[in-house]
């Protein structure tokens, strides 16, 4: 037996029970992990609350960093001992897990096992939208919200790193130091920040948003970009965009739109690798700080999403079984 936190219906955090559960068995292609820790992202709470439909009960988590404890029939890249991390596992709020051993993603020797887990979903996330949803390059004028959080500030230093300047948004003096100590050139607060974003480039614009927030900074987002810019909007934390007319990007100077998400920029093993790689790589190196803003018991999985939700956190927020 283990324990694992399961949901048993659609609701608030008071939903979320630990329990104990059976101990899984890696079936084919799977291995079956010790989880050191796991990620807690907004998508899980947007599973928990009904916001994406799920069959309940169930066990949240798709983010966690562990040690291979048994291996699937067929599986030759990975024996037990090895430390793997996932930003595509499931049933992660557990004691154990079932990875699938492609969807494993090996962790260097200088990485520890907190940091590995805090970095797949937000790390490869940070990974795919500057180099592959939008290209930056050095000049480059970005605008990027929610800068003291866990993708924010990985995107900060990914960013500076390939000479963008970067404009970014928070909620609070102490978020502005954070944003600020991680290579941030200006750090707005969310009300008016399109004039602001205006004034800073000269009335022109940023050539790419990257909006992490939805609703309440989409409209400003738009609004911030230059001609023929691009807006990535990569999540909902303040709820979903509502349908958007298509006559908008035409008239904010024929805008680009898209709305990435993972899996599309995880295609295959090379891929996977290429990113996690450089992810890893930089983290384990100390050009890349990851910063851990809480680790919570996985028993005390409903405070740590009550925590996530009220924008009470920042960095990354993780649950030890």
Not at 88 to 109: F, I, N, R, S, T
Request: glycine share 12%.
């Amino acid at each position: 037996m283990t324990h694992a936190i399961v949901a048993g219906q659609a609701g608030g955090p008071e939903v979320l029970s630990y329990v104990p559960v059976e101990r899984p068995v890696p079936g084919p292609g799977q291995l079956l992990v010790k989880v050191a820790a796991a990620g807690v992202n907004f998508i899980d709470t947007y599973k928990r609350s009904g916001v994406y439909k799920v069959p309940y009960p169930f066990i949240p988590g798709s983010e966690a960093a562990g040690t291979v404890e048994e291996v699937g029939e067929g599986v030759t890249a990975f024996v037990t001992g090895d430390r793997i991390a996932t930003a595509e596992g499931q049933d992660c709020y557990a004691g154990y897990a079932l990875v699938e051993a492609d969807k494993a993603l090996p962790v260097p020797d200088g990485l520890d096992d907190f940091t590995a887990a805090a970095l797949p979903l937000q790390g490869l996330t940070a990974h795919y939208l500057i180099n592959s949803t939008f290209k930056v390059e050095a000049g480059h004028n970005v605008l990027l919200h929610a800068g003291a959080g866990g993708v924010g500030l990985l995107l900060i230093q990914l960013l500076k790193a390939k000479g963008a300047r970067v404009i970014t948004t928070v909620s609070t003096d102490e978020k502005e130091a954070l944003a600020l100590d991680a290579g941030a050139d200006h750090v707005l607060r969310y009300d008016g920040f399109a004039d602001r974003v205006r004034d800073l480039t000269d009335g022109r614009g940023v050539d790419v948003a990257y909006d992490g927030v939805g609703k309440d900074t989409f409209d400003g987002s738009l609004s911030s970009l230059r001609v023929r810019g691009t807006l990535a909007l990569f999540g909902a934390a303040s709820g979903p965009v509502p349908p958007v007319d298509p006559q908008r990007l035409n008239a904010g100077g024929s805008l680009f739109l898209t709305r990435p998400t993972m899996g599309h920029y995880l295609q295959d093993a090379a891929e996977r690798l290429w990113r996690s790689d450089e992810i890893f790589a930089a983290a384990a190196n100390g050009s890349l700080k990851v910063r851990i803003g809480a680790r919570y018991p996985l028993s005390q999985a409903a405070q740590a999403h009550r925590d996530l939700e009220g924008r009470k956190t920042t960095g990354k927020v993780l649950l030890v079984p």
